[in-house]
Every structure is written in C-alpha cells, then in structure tokens.
C-alpha cells in the first residue's frame, strides 16, 4: 500500500504527450511483425521496481517481445500511461484502485476488493490477473524480544497482554490515530482501548527505528517494509481482519492478452510466489544489501526456474 493521489490532471499531461510525440512513441499498441510489443511499467519505490523488472525478465525469457519502462512513475503518471496504451501492463494494488479510482470504501476481503476492481476495469479494457499473496498494507509490529516474550503471533494475542496491564508503548502516527479508519477503527475491531500515555506519535518511518532502539514496543507498520527483516521485528497476523487488503495483481491491456493468451497462466507462475514474506526478503536485499533491482529480480526469477 502506498499513500497515493487523483491522477486526473497527469492523464491529461500523458494524452498530450502522446498526440505531440504522434500518439505512438513507446506504445504498447506497437508490432513486431503483427504481434504488439509488450511495454512493461512499473511504479517507482523499490517493491513496484521488483515486480516490474521481474515481469519484464520473464515475458522476455519467454519469447514474448518487450520493452522496458519500469519506473515509469506513481497512479499519477502510471495509471494513465496503461490507459492510453503508453504502456501494456504493470503490478498494481487491489485497494489502490478501488479507494484512489473508484473512490470506493475500502475492503477488508481479498476477494471482494479483487473481484471489485477486476470487474470495474474490465470496462476500460483493462485485465487484473490473479493476485499475489503479498498484502501491502497497514499492519501493528513488535520488537523480537516482546514477541518471544508474551509468544505472540496475533494481533489479538498482543491486544490481551495490553488488557492485562502490560505497558507496551505504541509508536503511530498522528495522522493514523486521528483518522475515523485509524487507530479508532483497531480498536474497535480488536475490542479494546489502547491507553493513550503509551501511544506515541512519530512519522511512520520513525516508526520503524523507534523500536529497533527500544524507544517502543509496538509499532505500525507496512506489512512488506524491508526494516521489518532487516531490524528483527515481528509482524503480527492482522487475525481479525482490521486493515484493507492491498494485494498486488499484473494489470494488462485486453489487446496485449488476447493476442498473447497463454500470459495469465505463465504470469501466475510468478504471482504465486510472491507471498508477503518473500517480497519482504526481495525489498531487503535491494534497500538494505544494496543490491540492484536487477540482480535481485533476476536471481530469484532463475532460483524458482522461471528464466535461464
């Protein structure tokens, strides 16, 4: 999940580009010979650059010809590019599109956010493919040592030693814990109070290192933030479903799949290994190991026997 913006105003900046460049430079619309090139985008924090690059190595391993423009930009930039056929496809989030686009309630079911946005954009000419496991989205962290501690693997295990007493210091936002579907809505779902003299406010990514240093106990946090491996944290299972679900799927343009139709099942070869863990263990090893995007998108795609 990333915080993201109307794209309405880039939509038409993209559209004037196209009919200024003659409405064809890049185009996922063209051929080689009479099959259309397949141009992969991509969004720009380290996460949307795995996926991308991984989905480019891929298609292109399998024959299909390709042109790069991962790291095309964010919804503004990117969501209109796929609609206007700058480019054929890129990962996009479940709940990106049904709160940014739609302007639609967020789901806390995967299904239901899936089949929502899978249906809404059937209209525009646009496929989701199956979803991945990974859930970019809010979730609550605890230092090892807490977790190991009071043997916590649930959210709900952690709310019942916070009832007990137990003085667990909770770094959020300010932001989150105002909002009607922040930190009221946890506490709501989760049938507690957290007492207000162990929350404190910080900038989300303060978060992060305020329990590595033992500022706090709890925290909250992206579900695939590479900080979570790379400090020892532990990321507890969202057990009663409080956070909207951000799974991410492959979009493409209809034209790209009906001439290429065997794409969804080879795509799924790749979206199904991507469950939270593992893209946590991706992010890290770019943001944290200092690896290129490409090396890493490329060792795990032959690791899992996906290319040569």
């Known amino acids: 999940m990333r915080k993201l913006f109307h794209y309405g105003m880039a939509l038409l900046l993209v559209l004037a580009l196209l009919v200024g460049a003659g409405g064809c430079s890049g185009s996922s619309s063209e051929t080689t010979g009479e099959k259309p090139t397949i141009v992969v ?29 991962v790291g095309l930009g964010e919804l503004a930039v990117i969501r209109p590019a796929l609609e206007s056929g700058e480019i054929g496809c890129y990962w996009e989030y ?6 940014n686009v739609m302007q639609h309630e967020p789901s806390f079911d995967e299904e239901e956010s899936f089949n929502l946005v899978k249906e809404w954009d059937a209209k525009n000419g646009i496929i989701w493919l199956d979803y991945a496991p990974l859930n970019d989205t809010y979730g609550i ?69 305020a329990l590595k240093t033992g500022q706090a106990e709890v925290g909250l946090a ?26 991410a799927a492959p979009l493409f343009r209809k034209e790209i799949l009906e001439a290429y139709p065997e794409i969804p099942e080879q795509m799924k070869k790749l979206s199904s290994l991507l469950d939270n863990d593992t893209i946590m263990e991706l992010n890290k090893q770019v943001d944290v190991d200092k690896k290129s995007v490409g090396e890493v998108a490329k060792d795990f795609l032959k690791k899992n026997g996906l290319i040569k």
């Open 94 to 99: 479940t709940g990106t599109v049904l709160i």
């Open 41 to 69: 985008g991509s969004k720009t924090f380290t996460e949307a650059l795995l996926l991308g690059t991984m989905t480019y190595y891929y298609l292109q391993d399998l024959g299909y010809p390709v042109e790069n423009k």
């Open 141 to 209: 962290m605890v230092r090892k040592d807490i977790a190991d501690k009071y043997n916590l693997k649930t959210t709900s295990e952690l709310i019942e030693q916070i009832k007990k007493g137990e003085k667990l210091r909770f770094v959020s936002t300010q932001e989150y814990n105002e909002r009607p579907d922040g930190l009221a809505h946890f506490e709501e779902v989760y049938g507690f109070k957290y007492p207000r003299d162990l929350v404190i406010n910080a900038a989300l990514n303060v978060g992060y290192e």
């Open 222 to 247: 992206f579900t695939t933030d590479a900080r979570v491996k790379a400090y020892n944290l532990v990321m507890l299972e969202d057990d009663k479903k409080c956070f909207p679900v951000y799974n």
